[in-house]
Structure formats: structure tokens, C-alpha cells
């Protein structure tokens, strides 16, 4: 059994090719004509030398251009590598060179960039985005035109490479690398994630795609970031239609959720889902359609997603955890939530994952320790065989790989994740999450979006400190803000320091981006 991306996606080809694979905008294209595409790409790749191992660059935005080039990749058997639009050209320059590309395919507005890094690679694709721009290499229409569209590529294998570069939140990133059959299983529906029974064989999905109604999943976050790609690629190895927005809007979600019939949404955190429920709860929408909810990859705060249970009552809403290192280790469905609770997601564990404490023992209920997941594992981290040997573990003689998350296992059996070990806080000896912090902040009704960091303190080595961006034309209060905060976390937790902002800058998936944070603190003054 193969168990190979592209072998997965070509199953449900010839299950279903008239059905609509993809849609993005006003367009949408068939599992036949992406498949077609993807071979003509495939093709003019391969003239150009591309084969087995080789890594292609992903610079581009949603759209159905670029999930037909990441599906050419893959049915070359070489690595598609994402690369993150809002880089400048240092941050290109360094992922370039630490991936290797052999090709790039790029958004044809970010063309003039491309001229600029020195590493980019001789074959270069412009996609087409609606800009006119001077291209440097082929353009995407081209390379169609003179590449072939049969299916006529050597046997994959599992074995072959996934390659995921984190986001880069606190440092360069980091190149997560999987075996397909590996990706496919923790991240691609090839185990049942709550039971761990895997799938008979690779035609499964295909076969039950078949049988079972067909869904529309709009699939929120960028194609750069692991969420949407897994997302997309289950839904496809299924028979399912995907649905892109070629940029974020929370009122063109609903839109599309009406003009689409969408049955389930895929969302990465607050981010994403505050504005969302608050363009619902403001513009009229109707959201019939709609049968299910899922955030994963950062906070979902209590006070959001009693918003979503209470708008949209017959909708499932769950809050998924996991890690490009990990894949799935957590499910919880959202019930109703007392309106001050500011808990970090607490999730029912899949049935590899554990708690492991600072001893290397698996942690008894209550004690704090470091989320590790078992069963298949990725390879570890490209060109760092240091960090390799950090994450990949081994407990009562199982290996593990640990991505960093703290989490505590709770006596029901259920685990509390409480966030980043790089990012949690130690003020006097007392550990502070950020995530508990901002879901006290964010439960007032004045705050939009909060982002919490520990600063230099000459008396507890490090203070708690906020960044709050109010809501629009809400004047906050600050000496209220603290009262409301202490009603719900214990004093030591509570920031010391409060800079008010006009918006948190966040990622392009939605995170935190703490590099920005702590420049602001340190340049500007406090309120």
C-alpha cells in the first residue's frame, strides 16, 4: 500500500471526477480538470528536471492554481515546501537556501520579489492573481500548454517526503519533515482520530466518499499553513468539495457559506473566529447550511466560543490540538461555558497522546508537563539534528516526539492545554500561560484581541504584560480592565504593565506573532 498524497488524491479522481473539487471566488474546477492541470504542471516540472526528492517552493496565496501546483509536486514525487507570503526578502533569502529549492511557484505579484533573493532557483512559475507584473521565469498558462495531461508518472511510495516549515512565531522557521504514510495518518483521516483504528487501505476514503453524502468544507486559513493543507487534502482524498477565500473577509465568509451551501467550516482560533461570529451576529446571514465548526492551531477563548454556541445553537463546534510536529493530539466539543471561564482547551486525548513530566515519566493527573504524542512520528526537523534529537523522545521504551505545548492531564481523563513552553511566563518562580491571561482579557466586553509576553523585571526576573487592542470606539478603562481580569485569574497573573494598540499583529494563520510584540514593548511606553 503506497499511502502516498498524490496516489490518495488520484483514488478519488477516478471515484468521482465530475464532482466539483475545488472553488475559490466565483470559480471552481472539477476533480477531473484538476487532475488534469496537476498532470500538465507535473509534466513541464519534470522537463525541467524536477524528479523524486526534489523541493519546489509554494509562494502564493488561496486559490485553485495553487493547490494544483502543490498536487503536481507531489505526483512527481518530489517536496512541496510552503513558503509564507508576507516574507521580505531576507526571510525568503534564508528559506530558499535552507530548503534547497530546485523550482519555485509564486503568486505573480510577488514577482518582483523573486528577482530580488539571490537563492531563488532557475525554474520559476508565476501563477496568475489578477497583477501584471514583469515575470522572471514561466508563466502558469504556459507551462499548461506544453505539458502533458496523462497520468503516466512512476510508482510512489509512502516513504516519500512531507515537508511542513512552521511559522516562525519567536525565530527562523523550521522544516517539519514526515513520510507520507506518516502525514497521512495523524493529519490526513488515515486513523480515526478519537479511536486510533487505522483504515483498512488507501482506497477507503475514496469508497466511503462514495457512499456518504457529499460535503462543502471552506477551508479558512492559507495554504501555506499546515490546517488548510490537511484540511484540503482529506477533503479531496473523500470526494468533498473545498472552498477557499482568496483573502480573509468575515462578512464574504457568509457570503460564501450562503452562496455555497457550506456544511462545515475550518478556522484557526480567535483570530479568525471573533470576527466571524461577530460579522454573523451583525449582518443577518443565513447560516442553514452550516452543520459544523472546527478551530485548531491557536486559542479559541472561552468568552468566543460561548458566542458561537449561543448564535448558532444546531451547529457542532469542536477545538482541535496538535502541532506540525505531532499532528491531531486532541478533541473537544464546545458546550456551554460559564462567561467568565478562561481555561485553556481541555480535549478528550487521542489514544497516543500523553502528558510527560520533567522526570521523563508519563505525569499523573494534575501535574504539569510537556504534550507528547506516540504511534506514527515525523522524521524530525531538516538540516537540525539537534532539535530532531530534542522533540523525538522515548517513555517506557515508546517513542514520542514533544513539540513544546505544556498541558496538564486532568482526573476525568481529559487534557488541559495551556500553551508554549517558550512562551509561558515566570514571574518570582510562579509560571504564568499567556493563553489563561488573554482569555480573562478578551472576556471584556471592550477588548478585542489581547497578546500576553513576559518583560525583563530587576525584582521577579520577568512580569506579566499585555497588549490589548480595545474594540472600535470603545474608550477602556483601565483600572476597570484589572478589576474584571482579577475576578478570574489569581493576582500574580494579572499584567503588570498594559499597552493599549490600535490591532495585534497576528500571522497570516492567525498566531501570535511575539516577535512583533516584545519590538513594541520595548519602543513604546506602557498606558
Known sequence: MAANIADLFEHAVDAFGDRVAVACGEREITYAELEESANRLAHFLQSRGVGKGAHVGLYAGNSIEA???MIAVYKLRAVAVNVNYRYVENELQYLFEDASLSALIHDRGFSARVKAVRATPQTTIALPDGTVADIPGVSYEDALAVGKPDRDFEPRSGDDIYLL????TTGYPKGVMWRHEDAWRVLGGGIDFMSGIPLEDEWAQSRRGAEMPRMTRLCLAPLIHGNAQWAALASLFGGDTVVFLPHFDADEVWRTIERRQV????????AMARPIIEAYLAGGYDGSSLMAISSSAALFSPSVKRQYILALPDVLVTDA??????????????ADVEGGAVDGPRVMPGPDTIVIDDHGNKAPPGVIGRLARGGHLPLGYRNDPVKTAA?????????????????????DGTITLLGRGNTCVNTGGEKVFPEEVEGALKSHPDVFDALVIGVPDDLLGQKVAALVQPRPSAVLDLSELDAHVR???AGYKVPRS????????RTISGKADY???????RENDAD
Open 67 to 69: 493547490l494544483v501546483a
Open 165 to 168: 516549515y512552521t511559522g516562525g
Open 263 to 270: 456544511n462545515v467550516v475550518v478556522l484557526i482560533g480567535d
Open 321 to 334: 490540538i496538535g502541532a506540525s510536529e505531532t499532528g491531531f493530539t486532541g478533541l473537544g466539543v464546545v
Open 391 to 411: 522533540l523525538l523522545t522515548e517513555v517506557d521504551g515508546v517513542r514520542y516526539a514533544i513539540p513544546g505545548d505544556l498541558a496538564r492531564l486532568e482526573e
Open 487 to 489: 475576578q478570574r485569574i
Open 498 to 505: 498594559v499597552w493599549l494598540v490600535d490591532r495585534i499583529a
Open 515 to 521: 516577535r512583533w510584540a516584545h519590538t513594541y514593548v
